[in-house]
């Protein structure tokens, strides 16, 4: 019965990050997975949210303060106690492991899965079998990874080296890898068992909170400590009081990477057209373009090119034309302009990051 | 007395040509000659009109019946009798021509001055030196054209290829040759001998519709017929009549060429910064850049560039970023936005000319 909900398992989504390689789009004010970067009417959180749907009616998000109205406000499902609001940013543990002390205090052990609100996912049900076969496992007292069937030499994601099978689709984690250059990522590639790290964690919340109180025990104590105060009057004064002592660390430096080391990470392979739009030019790349090769999104304006293979539009309000530009990239918002090409996109962070100012 | 008019001098201006490589600043109803394209307040018809006003204060402007009044507007010290418009567009020899005949039929025989109303010249002081001498030259009987001293081997101008001396600063004209390739132009640099050619010419009326009746009767009498029912009530219906009949010709292949092989055209070699701003490459070059290297003309709106050399801004009324490309043009009007770089400006014609659809 792979299409009714998992027996306690809950979806935890951490919504941060502002993306700023997609500015103007993105900004401090609408991040990325507020954002319809597809054009599909839904924003990436929406997209998350709807395609964990089918798996639970159970999902935290864990988001900063700005935003916490705004989620409420796209996820009209969620409830205001289902929005765990960060009083800053303090990376991927304390986010991921709040949420496994909240949903424990509230309801005992239970299996958790993390998916961030900001990826894309082009085959959902793929998706959701990856994550059944994950929650098997994670019962089993594993720390799981879903690791994404690499399809080209990417540069852009650590990879997974997968070791001895454990259970049908299931195999130990032998070891994690930071993102490799070019040569080595087509090394992994040619010698196969390898899978890109997509951040995604199944895991019981004794089993996540048990390592990190052998692995980094202010965390796992301090979260326990807000944990026990979140749905009391005491919620402000403890957050305020542990949230800023907590250790800002990835959950794959805290946990996955000597999780692994010791035998206890298991990883699931899949392969469900997984995205993380870092930029411009993987947003190009999952989009259809027009017949003239030209990827319109939210463009109330004609785009016309010449001579300009692959043109992406994005948001153009104006009778735009490109003449001799491969891979230009024109997105507008209602405050900026951004010109560049798919090449260029990695470039686009100065901008979002630099101050505006008109030279004299 | 270099600083008064020139006795008899009549300078005449043909103003006609979109300038399609200059969309979407130049468009069918606001041609290149009636913008201020160097952002200097003036169009470049102004510009034209006030560096000749200081040789005459007789100037004839030839232009498109649909021109005619917009030219009026921009030039308040033109009356309307100075404006000749023409029906419709028939090149450059039937436009000269019919300013030769009217002045003639109007004053007698004057020596005349045809420069286009779409030049940009650097020093005007040095060009109105040109001038006087090739009145000078006119009055002996010669076709004279002024040899602009070429700064590099351009293929975007035809070449005068220079003779014998005739009088202090004037030369005989061997012939005119076409736009070169890149190798002839460097070989013709490199020889010495030759000038770029800029359509600029000075001549008697008489010899001017004499030659004319030799080579090319059919314009010689056309114009003469029409010029004299310029002031009269018949000036329509003889316009009607005549002005579609006329053989569509450049003036350099009507009279130039052919009275180069007779010996009876010379040439004022000079030097004064002068520039046909044919796209936006060109344009870009006589424009200066802001300390951050951008171009920047009209722009209401910050320009920011990041990892992009010689970017040119124009007309921009949003903050705008450009990422990543070596000399970007952006230019923006009210209907239009284009994005192209100077390497591709060359190009911008097909956007100029392409109806506008947007792909179903």
Request: aromatic fraction near 6%; include cysteine.
């Amino acid at each position: 019965m792979t299409q009714s909900p998992i027996e306690g398992f809950v979806a935890v989504v951490p919504a941060g990050g502002v993306g700023s390689r997609l500015w103007p789009l993105s900004q401090p004010e609408r991040p990325k997975f507020l954002l319809d970067l597809l054009g599909s009417g839904s924003s990436l959180l929406q997209e998350t949210l709807e395609r964990l749907a089918p798996l639970t009616p159970d999902v935290v998000v864990v988001t900063g303060v700005a935003h916490a109205e705004a989620v409420l406000a796209q996820a009209p499902g969620l409830t205001a106690s289902n929005v765990l609001a960060e009083p800053s940013p303090r990376d991927s543990m304390a986010a991921i492991a709040l949420a496994a002390a909240v949903v424990e205090h509230r309801y005992g052990q239970r299996v958790i899965g993390s998916f961030a609100a900001d990826h894309v996912i082009q085959n959902p049900g793929a998706f959701r079998e990856a994550v059944r076969t994950a929650v098997g496992s994670a019962l089993e007292g594993y720390v799981v990874t879903i690791g994404v069937e690499p399809t080209e030499p990417s540069t852009a994601f650590g990879y997974i080296d997968i070791g001895d099978p454990l259970t049908p689709g299931v195999s130990l984690v032998n070891q994690f890898t930071e993102k490799p250059d070019g040569e080595t990522a087509s090394r992994m590639l040619e010698r196969g068992g390898f899978a890109w790290n997509a951040g995604m964690f199944v895991v019981r919340t004794d089993v996540l909170l048990g390592k990190l109180a052998a692995l980094q025990p202010g965390i796992e104590s301090g979260v326990r400590r807000i944990a026990a105060a979140w749905d009391t009057p005491d919620r402000e004064a403890v957050l305020a009081e542990v949230w800023p002592t907590l250790t800002r660390i990835a959950i794959d430096h805290a946990i996955a990477e000597p999780g692994a080391a010791q035998g206890g990470v298991s990883v699931v392979r899949a392969e469900f057209g997984w995205r993380d739009i870092g930029d411009f030019a993987p947003l190009a790349d999952v989009l259809d373009a027009d017949a003239d090769g030209v990827v319109r999104v939210a463009c109330e304006a004609d785009v016309r090119v010449f001579g300009s293979d692959g043109v992406v539009a994005i948001g153009v309000t104006k009778p735009l034309s490109v003449v001799g530009i491969d891979g230009a990239v024109v997105v507008e918002t209602a405050d900026a302009l951004l010109v560049t090409t798919r090449s260029s996109a990695q470039l686009v962070k100065d901008a979002a990051t630099e101050p505006s100012a008109t030279p004299s």
